[in-house]
């Protein structure tokens, strides 16, 4: 059985994580209360405006299951192509283009997979799981370094119309330490805590979301709305290093790289950094920012959720404080021709380690496209190396981009050498990023959040 923990992107998010667990709630309801948490807590990088993935362990079956709540195509299809804003972001060196806006918000999920969670797997009432978001948004939350950091290279979205009251409040960015003060999102879960989640899809939060997409040009309808349903999966599997591995079949599969990984325990370092890079490609997609938990309870039960609102759109709802998603500007998350109410792809990989025994690792990561390499490496240095949670989360990273090698401080210099004489450019950051993604990770012994994100861990 997994230790009793919660690991996400902030410590907000862990305590009310923590809060429920302890107040005898499940996997699934301390998952829900910490998702809702982070939606105050970690509006850089997630909102109740979003979507995600999670996965499931029952403890009492030894049952594994997805849930898909990741935002739809609304109808008609391909209808945002003319409203979007076009802008570039600098993403450390490289400028990262992006499409905002109205026109860019697809139909919301995440709410409906916390519903579909807590209704499957919850235990408390509802509305105690909305209780300590709830007493965030009213109180505020200070701002860690990460998050200011992100902050900082998304002001030309943060700070678009309603949000430069929020994320520069004094005329300037908020630093470190201080409040961010999100009124609104009183009043927002207020009514998800009295409405439940069908306030996104049927009710108040619907018909102002409504509103704002019919005045400022959307595309999202009541009819896609009212539609909208989080669907329960089967995990894609392999087996890695004797275990079983489950996570959910994403662009750019983890469960593909771990397949090409050679065993490394035995290996040098140089040679473990080449293992990994070369199991991994380096190809394009989208770049969404994104957040993770991990729950596991003292029944068996685990629980890892990844949520995002892409970039975001640079809307917020009248006096709710809530961030439209961007999903429909990322052009990388539009495979084929996509249809009303079908999901849009993802690189979320929320996932599972078991062996014989029960359940050996419960893992996911923010990052985008860096967030299948932060997975790969901490689970290897976990299940193949043996290293603790916390230790294989610190070592530093290395990650491939075309022909661009992107190196954490520390890392080892002869693989680095190497990857430039195969005639890569080798890219040194001059400190550890939030860019090389942000890993939530709980093990039987202990569990770690990620400081690229200011991350969090704690056991119940």
């Known amino acids: ?98 499409a905002v806006g109205p026109a860019s918000c697809a139909v919301p999920g995440l709410p409906g997979g916390l519903d579909a969670l807590w209704r499957e797997f919850g235990r408390l009432r509802w509305d105690e799981l909305c209780a300590p978001a709830l007493r965030l948004a009213r109180s505020g939350v200070p701002m860690p370094p990460a998050h200011v950091s992100c902050l900082e290279m998304l002001e030309p979205v943060m700070t678009m119309r309603e949000g430069a009251r929020i994320y520069a409040p004094e005329g300037r960015l908020l630093r470190p330490g201080e409040l961010l003060d999100q009124p609104g999102l009183v009043t927002a879960l207020e009514a998800i805590a009295e409405e439940g989640a069908t306030s996104v899809y049927s009710g108040s939060i619907a018909e102002s979301l409504l509103a704002l997409l019919e005045e400022r040009g959307g595309v999202v309808t009541r009819g896609d709305l ?53 199991a991994l490609d380096g190809g394009p997609g989208p770049e969404t920012h994104t957040t993770n938990l991990a729950v596991a309870d003292g029944e068996g039960n685990a629980c890892v959720l990844t949520s995002s609102l892409g970039l975001g759109s640079g809307d917020w709802l009248p006096r709710l404080d809530l961030h439209l998603n961007s999903m429909l500007g990322e052009v990388d998350l539009l495979v084929g021709q996509p249809e009303p109410g079908t999901r ?8 599972l380690a078991l062996d014989a025994a029960g359940p050996v690792l419960a893992i996911g990561a923010a990052g985008g496209t860096r967030l299948r390499t932060a997975i790969v490496n901490v689970t290897s240095a976990i299940l193949d190396e043996g290293l603790e949670p916390q230790a294989a989360v610190d070592r530093p990273r290395v990650h491939r981009a075309g022909d661009v090698v992107n190196a954490e401080p520390g890392a080892d210099e002869e693989a680095l050498a190497e990857f430039a004489r195969r005639g890569l450019t080798v890219r040194r950051w001059p400190h550890r990023h939030h860019y090389f993604g942000g890993v939530s990770v709980i093990t039987r012994d202990a569990a770690a959040g990620d400081p690229r994100r200011s991350g969090a861990a704690r056991p119940a």
């Not at 849009?344 to 996932?351: E, G, K, V």
């Open 344 to 351: 849009m792809q993802s690189m979320m990989a929320p996932s």
């Open 1 to 98: 059985m997994l230790k009793p923990a919660v690991a996400a992107g902030h410590p907000a998010t862990v305590e009310a994580g923590i809060e429920i667990l302890e107040a005898g709630g499940t996997a699934a309801d301390a998952a829900v209360a910490a998702s809702l948490a982070s939606c105050v807590a970690e509006t850089v990088m997630t909102g109740l405006l979003g979507g995600g993935h999670a996965i499931y362990l029952d403890g009492a079956s030894g049952s594994v299951r997805t849930l898909d709540c990741f935002c739809a195509v609304p109808s008609p299809p391909g209808g945002a192509a003319g409203g979007l804003l076009e802008l570039d972001v600098p993403f450390g060196e490289e400028l990262v283009h992006y």
């Open 226 to 278: 009212q539609a909208y349903e989080a669907r329960w999966g089967e995990p894609e599997e392999v087996r890695y290093a004797g275990f079983r591995f489950l996570s959910r079949a994403a662009l750019n599969s983890v469960t593909e790289a771990l397949g090409r990984l050679p065993p490394l325990a035995s290996l040098p370092a140089p040679a473990r950094v080449l293992g990994v890079l070369d």
